[in-house]
């Protein structure tokens, strides 16, 4: 390896050039970074405006069944859901990290801390599994497959209704970011990623930060707003 390289993180310089990553369509590298981060965000929006009609479903039946939402949060699991929200706070920590050693061609550290993020993911779907089989298990349903006894109020179903729907996306958006994170990963590992070329680990981690910033609401307000 010459040194050159190794003062490239291993990558030769010929794997580094702007020009090699350049669609047909685009004249320059750094014009196809500004719409690929341009599209990046605009997708963000789109599912900031998803979660947005949620969060006013949540807010309208919660105003409509008052004494059934105050009644039914009390069943959630706080620990688990703070244990989940300490896991997604480190792994969008990690892959701050990760983008920011993919511009320093520092391939190892990246890999690893793509890895951690990786398995922060996968212990938060753990998490919510075992979170998952008690409500089941306790008939804790949404809408009329709710079965739980001992309950004051008429509407705790509806409650969990949007529970399941809310963090269920939210599920859906994490196992989506697991695949994600994997593709810029392995891609990694094939020395693609460069100080002139970390666009692909950028975008992915605005993903996962969006994903954390989702739970960093849906936490309290499912888990411990009274």
Request: proline content about 3%; aromatic content about 14%; glycine content about 8%.
């Amino acid at each position: 390896m010459s040194a050159k390289a190794e003062a490239l993180g291993g990558v030769e310089e010929s794997k580094l050039s702007p020009q090699f990553h350049v669609a047909h369509h685009f004249d320059k590298a750094d014009t196809q970074f500004d719409a690929g981060r341009m599209g990046v965000w605009l997708f963000l929006v789109t599912e900031i405006l998803l979660f947005g009609g949620l969060f006013c479903a949540f807010a309208i039946f919660r105003s409509k069944y008052f004494p059934s939402f105050v009644e039914a949060h009390h069943h959630l699991d706080r620990v688990m859901g703070g244990i989940n929200t300490i896991v997604l706070i480190s792994s969008s920590f990690t892959m701050a990290l990760a983008v920011r050693s993919a511009q320093k061609n520092e391939k190892k550290k990246t890999t690893i801390l793509l890895a951690i993020t990786l398995a922060c993911a996968a212990m938060f779907l753990v998490v919510k599994y075992f979170e998952y089989s008690h409500k089941i298990h306790d008939g804790l349903l949404p809408g009329g497959n709710f079965t739980a006894a001992d309950f004051a109020s008429g509407h705790p179903g509806i409650f969990f209704a949007i529970y399941f729907m809310m963090t269920g996306i939210h599920g859906v958006h994490v196992v989506i970011g697991m695949g994600l994170i994997l593709w810029i990963l392995l891609r990694n590992q094939k020395n693609e990623f460069s100080s002139r070329y970390y666009a692909p680990v950028e975008n992915v981690g605005l993903y996962w930060h969006l994903v954390d910033l989702v739970w960093i609401y849906l936490f309290p307000l499912l888990y411990l707003v009274g």
